[in-house]
């Protein structure tokens, strides 16, 4: 996950995604309005986190269909 905020730009809440103990299977799970209750004020900083996660989604289900 520390990796992942640092590509898309957002290295600003790795402190954040490690207290609140996210990892990549709760990265997949993870709601806008989670996003604000972690403490992710920005609406833009939320809604591209959002982006990038239905991204990652996107490539994880594509190597799943290549199976």
Do not use: S
């Not at 905020?5 to 207290?19: E, H, K, N, Q, T």
């Not at 604000?36 to 490539?59: D, R, S, T, Y």
Request: hydrophobic share 50%; charged share 25%.
């Amino acid at each position: 996950v520390v990796d992942w905020l640092r590509c898309i730009d957002m290295v600003c809440y790795i402190d954040l995604f490690f207290a609140q103990q996210i990892d990549g299977e709760v990265l997949l799970l993870i709601t806008q309005k989670d996003l604000f209750n972690a403490g992710v004020l920005p609406l833009g900083h939320q809604k591209k986190i959002m982006m990038h996660i239905e991204k990652l989604k996107e490539k994880m289900i594509q190597k799943e269909l290549k199976f």
